[in-house]
């Protein structure tokens, strides 16, 4: 049953805002949404649309002061945002709503904004609503913290309503908030430690995890908050009334994902389709494969169980996005029903039109952020950056890498690596990250050493997978898309020995790419490397083995999201 109050405002058309003018209503709450210009706010905003309601963008103070519910989705960098809030007149708007106790939903960084400070930005202050800092993951395990992990929730509320407990959300992340006393603490997550992962303070929400990035156990939240009614202080909701805790003393884990890639291109009709190659041929009797629509097998994985989803536009290192519109409106249409996070890759570099106009690698990432995208991968441009700075020994601050992971934060900047083994006859005959391999060469060959290509594989360089990858860290990304070349397409299983090398390399999640061809090799792959996730193209697209046949085989063996 919906609370009396939200019973009495629901039913009225029209309502007089703070400053005096009428404000139309759609059915329920008109929902204010702070976009401060970085990030991924279109899921939001699909997302609360997909629940019946319709969301105002907030433009000036005043529409935040009028606000009835306001929803702040931060994402990127802590200064960054707290600049721009400065720069926008948002800061004492924001305050005097939060400090009224007025329903707010922070997700992410506008989790973080409620803090005194943060490590992401000494010197910088927060909103100083709850007393205490934001600090950065010191853990042994890999940073950002990407992915879903579980929820203990430490006091009830309406937003888990619906929910049994047992739901894992889609975090991530490189600092979380760390409150001065634990009065405010609405949920724990456990990553190397405990950390708090939502905060309740009245009717402010605030939570680390992305709810329109966690599938239905996320729109679920949402959808209570939007529906919920205002609450004056954090005891206020009476204990006994169903409400959910799951302070059960049980860690919370995270889950390793299943992740379906879409490699998609025109083809020699001019239609854009999903294609998939071997070893990437993508050309069969001359013809390139035409394996299905990308917005409706984005939209069948997000159904099936897919944990993420990844577009690679795979001739991006020929044409420029900004011109390939059709991949942007593939994105703007998979983000408004699907509600997992999305990656897209393929040309994301410096271009200059062919009229003069130079456009950055930043304005491109940009595009793609403000129509859906969560994280951008990075491929062939990554290797020449990183031949650049192995050749200066020196970061120039102006790569795409580091640009993009400076403004949208480092976990939304993906490389994406296709190597190939090359071998050699001894540990010392190259200058490369050799590894001793239990799969010997043409000629017998022990030892073999994985080349970076560039253009889709068609051109190798004299530069290593491991070094890439670790100097790509140390550049600002936050996650490595490991594919494979020799292994891609053949349903041979993962190159175990790649992504061990890389993995153990790196203190960055990795994703393992090519040649999967049954549920064992995702158990193989998440039982033999510490990789965070899986990725498969050709076994899903062909109907081989549905994504969930494949979390069937891993339950109960290794930890995925149900
Ligand atoms: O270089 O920044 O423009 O990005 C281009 C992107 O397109 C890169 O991420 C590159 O990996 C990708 N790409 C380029 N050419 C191809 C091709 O196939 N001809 N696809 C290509 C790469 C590899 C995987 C594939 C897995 C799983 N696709 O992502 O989906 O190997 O396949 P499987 O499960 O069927 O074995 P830039």
Not at 26 to 51: K, Q
Not at 171 to 189: E, Q
Not at 274 to 297: A, F, I, S, W
Not at 461 to 474: F, G, M, N, S
Request: with cysteine; proline share 4%; hydrophobic share 40%.
């Amino acid at each position: 049953m919906l609370p009396f109050f939200w019973s009495v405002v629901s039913c009225h058309l029209f309502v007089a805002s703070c400053n005096g003018q009428m404000t139309i209503k759609y059915g329920g709450t008109m929902i204010a949404l702070l976009d401060y210009g970085a990030g991924n706010v279109r899921s939001v905003i699909n997302a609360i649309e997909s629940l019946g309601e319709k969301v105002r963008i907030v433009r000036t103070g005043e529409d935040i002061l009028s606000a009835e519910k306001l929803v702040f989705p931060g994402v990127g960098a802590f200064g960054n945002m707290m600049n721009i809030l400065d720069e926008k007149n948002f800061t004492e708007p924001l305050k005097a709503y939060l400090s009224e106790n007025r329903p707010f939903l922070g997700i992410c960084l506008g989790l973080h904004a409620l803090f005194e400070d943060s490590d992401e930005a000494p010197g910088v202050s927060g909103l100083g609503i709850i007393p205490g800092s934001v600090k950065r993951f010191v853990t042994d395990l890999a940073v950002p913290h990407i992915g879903w992990n579980g929820l203990s929730i430490r006091q009830p509320s309406q937003v888990f309503n619906g929910l049994s407990g047992d739901e894992k959300f889609y975090f991530v992340h490189s600092y979380h908030v760390a409150p001065k006393d634990d009065t405010f603490v609405l949920t724990t997550t456990d990553y190397g430690y405990e950390f708090v992962s939502g905060i309740r303070k009245g009717s402010i929400i605030a939570t680390q995890f992305h709810p329109e990035k966690s599938g239905a156990a996320g729109l679920m939240i949402l959808k209570n908050f939007l529906e919920s009614s205002v609450v004056s202080s954090p005891l206020s909701v009476a204990a006994g009334n169903g409400l959910l805790t799951t302070d059960n003393g049980q860690r919370t884990h995270l889950a390793k994902r299943i992740i379906a890639c879409l490699d998609v291109r025109s083809n020699d009709q001019g239609d854009l389709v999903v294609t998939k190659g071997d070893q990437y041929d993508v050309r069969e009797k001359g013809d390139v494969r035409n394996l299905g629509k990308p917005v409706e097998l984005a939209r069948r994985y997000y159904e099936e169980g897919a944990d993420e989803i990844t577009f690679l536009n795979i001739t991006g290192f020929r044409d420029f996005p900004l011109e390939d519109m059709p991949m942007i409106k593939v994105l703007k249409q998979t983000s408004e029903n699907v509600f997992v996070p999305l990656t897209i890759g393929g040309g994301i570099r410096d271009y200059t039109d062919k009229n003069g106009r130079k456009y950055s690698a930043l304005e491109v990432a940009a595009e793609y952020f403000r129509s859906g995208a969560d994280k951008i991968s990075i491929g062939s441009d990554a290797v020449l950056i990183v031949e650049d700075f192995l050749e200066t020994g020196r970061k120039t601050g102006k790569s795409s890498i580091e640009e993009i992971s400076r403004v949208y934060g480092n976990q939304a900047v993906v490389i994406s690596v296709d190597p190939r083994r090359v071998y050699v006859g001894s540990r010392d005959a190259v200058s490369h990250h050799v590894i001793e391999t239990s799969v010997p060469g043409p000629d017998g060959e022990r030892y073999c050493w994985y080349q970076c290509t560039i253009k889709g594989g068609r051109e190798g360089r004299p530069l290593d997978a491991i070094t890439l990858a670790q100097v790509c860290e140390k550049l600002g990304a936050g996650e490595i898309l490991l594919n494979c070349i020799d292994r891609d397409g053949t349903n041979t299983g993962f190159d175990i020995e790649l992504i061990r090398a890389v993995k153990d390399a790196v203190s960055i999640p990795v994703i393992a790419s090519s040649g999967a061809g049954s549920a064992e090799h995702f158990f193989e792959v998440f039982t033999k490397t510490d990789a965070e996730s899986a990725l498969a193209a050709g076994i899903f697209h062909r109907r081989e083995i549905p994504i969930g046949d494949v979390k069937n085989y891993l339950k109960g063996k290794v930890e995925i999201r149900a």
